[in-house]
């Protein structure tokens, strides 16, 4: 894969896979793991400034 990608009026470089999980799961992945993940995809997030 290249390390730029780019479309007519877009670059990006993408270095993470985010996956979200269906609805009918949810119920599988316990409480802190979601707490968990929400801090270090906001922290993420801040570090990137998105």
Not at 30 to 42: I, P, T, W, Y
């Amino acid at each position: 894969m290249r390390e730029w990608q780019s479309l007519s009026h877009v670059k990006w470089k993408c270095k993470y896979h985010v996956v979200i999980v269906p609805k009918y799961r949810k119920k599988v992945l316990m409480a802190a793991s979601v707490a968990k993940l929400e801090r270090s995809s906001d922290k993420l997030c801040r570090q990137k400034e998105v």
